[in-house]
């Protein structure tokens, strides 16, 4: 399978990365170079095989459903790179 | 002896003996930092001043008799912990001004443990990468040299600033992350140790996470005993990770001592690849003769699923980073590129900030997980990781702990293996199985190659039983007797 400079871009969109024109030729190659590789995993069967998600073997903890911390609204917004008062600020999303 | 060459163990020793300060041993590496970082780039941000403050506090402890195991023992921490009030950059340009107000669980602990933290040490991109190579901040060059040669080699990656910091002796040990062979490559590239330990063993809270299904903290040092030093102080259960396990830390330092004899050590065939060098070949063989004289019983095993890894990694890893890496949107934290609208802010900002690497494994991972290729790529994938875990399941049935090399080659020269991505990957292909699989694995020194270039072996064990793991490293390094040092070093060459 080969991705055509289309669906590069269409990839790009859905990871909120910005290319420019010839950086989607260069990823283009990298991109299909890589699929290239990992092809290999076709020749493996694995019927029957329960995916295996992570490396902890074990049930997921949950914790009491309670607040430990907070009260720390200006230890959050310390490394905010533009704020209002108490809040993020981000461009005008609604017009 | 200089100050800078001690190794844990001895410095402790020193320190509880008062033969030295803390004051006196963070100034010796402070002043090997300033000498020798402008050229090796290990670190990319020094805390010389947090460092003597740390090393003042240490003394008075000492003086107080109230000593823990690490206090006035100077430390590099990768840049991919946050340190609370210290900038933590991961090396991504995107994560330039960030200060974090909070402490990773195991810097917290070390600190608790008494350490001095002499800076944070450069590595790839997000740790990406097999060269440091990628880091935003600069590569790092490995201290060491071919014979003859004044290239600069890589240190290996992702962890390459703090191998390279404490193969320079800019610091006694660091602190690494391993997500598919992060601290063991460049551990192996460098001449020192380091261990991943088992998925769960220590707490990821605090880590800038990667792959957090793979990403595991170890640390790198310059002996198997103080890589047991320092993960006793790393390890142990932490609330805040749910990954994390519920297990008592063992001793490891005494697990290190503890010989190989009656141990049966796995030989892998699928590790014999081909083209693999002849000096790889041969230590390998030697560490093999090495364990067998020192009474363990050697025992071919076969770990089918193993050329698997490489591709496996490179979609599980890739996924998992497209997603946590999903943060970075100039928003909450970080740097910001304005735009015209949020949403080109937040890809002018992502363009500018990510790194060519970061970027490449974002989009692999973002199209294996879209609609219409998930079964294709992720599931199938995570079917075949479940595969590579039951070959070391089956194998560990039979042996107690594998021997195999760390790495297929020495350290290679900076802009070596970089025409594409592929290439690089393939440094991996020795150690991506056992974080897939979540077993522990070190690397130890074991010998030089013919150009003068350090070259490990790897220890892999079964789940948890890190000790056993450091008893058959701990047997390696003795039988080794490695007393390679590089070609640049605090106090000069020896």
């Known amino acids: 399978m080969s991705l055509d400079t289309a669906t590069v871009r269409r990839i790009a969109k859905l990871a909120r990365i910005r290319l420019e024109g010839e950086e989607i030729l260069l990823l283009q190659g990298e991109l299909n170079a890589i699929l290239g590789y990992v092809e290999q995993l076709n020749e493996v069967d694995v019927t029957g095989v329960e995916p295996l998600s992570g490396g902890a073997r074990m049930a997921m903890r949950l914790r009491a459903d309670v607040c430990d911390d907070g009260e720390i609204a200006a230890e959050i917004l310390a490394n905010a790179p533009e704020r209002a008062g108490m809040f993020f600020a981000v461009p005008k999303v609604v017009e | ?494």
Request: proline share 5%; aromatic share 8%.
């Open chain 2, 1 to 494: 002896m200089s100050l800078t060459d001690l190794t844990i163990a001895e410095a402790a020793a020193g320190l509880a003996a008062k033969t030295f300060s803390a004051v006196e041993l963070a100034a010796a590496h402070n002043a090997a930092i300033a000498a020798l970082n402008p050229r090796l780039n290990a670190f990319i941000t020094v805390t010389p001043d947090l460092a003597l403050a740390q090393a003042k506090a240490a003394d008075e402890k000492i003086a107080a008799g109230a000593a823990e195991t690490l206090t006035g023992i100077p430390l590099a921490i990768k840049d991919l912990f946050c340190t609370a009030g210290v900038r933590t950059t991961a090396a991504s340009r995107i994560l330039e001004p960030f200060v974090p107000p909070y402490e990773s669980t195991v810097t917290a602990k070390l600190l608790a443990a008494g350490a001095v933290f002499l800076g944070k040490a450069n590595l790839d991109e997000f740790a990406m990468g097999s060269s440091n190579m990628s880091s935003g901040f600069g590569p790092v060059e490995n201290p060491w040299k071919r014979a003859g040669s004044d290239a600069k080699l890589v240190p290996g990656g992702s962890s390459g600033g703090s191998a390279a910091a404490v193969a320079a002796r800019l610091a006694l040990g660091a602190m690494g992350t391993d997500t598919g062979g992060s601290i063991r490559q460049p551990a192996s590239f460098t001449g020192i140790a380091g261990i991943k330990p088992t998925y769960g063993r220590c707490s990821r809270y605090g880590i800038v996470a990667f792959a957090s299904s793979l990403d595991q903290a170890g640390p790198l040092a310059r002996t198997v005993e103080d890589c047991a030093i320092l993960l006793a102080a790393m390890a142990g259960f932490d609330p805040k990770d749910s990954t994390s396990a519920e297990r008592p830390v063992p001793d490891f330092r005494a697990a290190a001592r503890r010989g190989v004899k009656g141990l049966r050590i796995g030989i892998p065939a699928e590790y014999r690849m081909d083209g693999m060098s002849g000096e790889i070949e041969a230590l390998w063989q030697k560490g093999i003769f090495w364990l067998r004289e020192q009474g363990a019983e050697i025992v071919d095993i076969s770990l089918p699923h193993t050329k698997y890894g490489l591709p496996v990694y490179y979609i599980v890893a890739p996924a998992e980073a497209s997603s946590n890496l999903a943060r970075y949107d100039g928003v909450r934290f970080g740097a910001r590129v304005e735009g015209e609208d949020l949403i080109d802010m937040y890809e002018r900002t992502r363009a500018a900030g990510f790194g060519a690497e970061v970027k490449r494994r974002i989009m692999i991972g973002t199209y294996v997980l879209s609609a219409g290729y998930y079964d294709a790529y992720y599931l199938r994938a995570q079917k075949i990781r479940a595969l590579i875990l039951r070959d070391f399941t089956e194998a560990f049935a039979k042996v107690d702990a594998i021997l195999t090399p760390t790495a297929p080659s020495a350290a290679f020269g900076m802009g070596e293996k970089m025409d594409d991505p592929v290439t690089m990957y393939l440094n991996d292909v020795f150690t991506v199985s056992a974080p897939l699989a979540g077993v522990p694995a070190m690397s130890v020194p074991a010998g030089l190659d013919a150009q003068g270039l350090p070259l490990g072996l790897q220890v892999i064990g079964r789940h948890f039983d890190e000790e056993t793991v450091f008893a058959v490293s701990g047997a390696l390094e003795r039988a080794a007797g490695f007393s390679g040092v590089p070609a640049v070093m605090a106090g000069g060459a020896a």
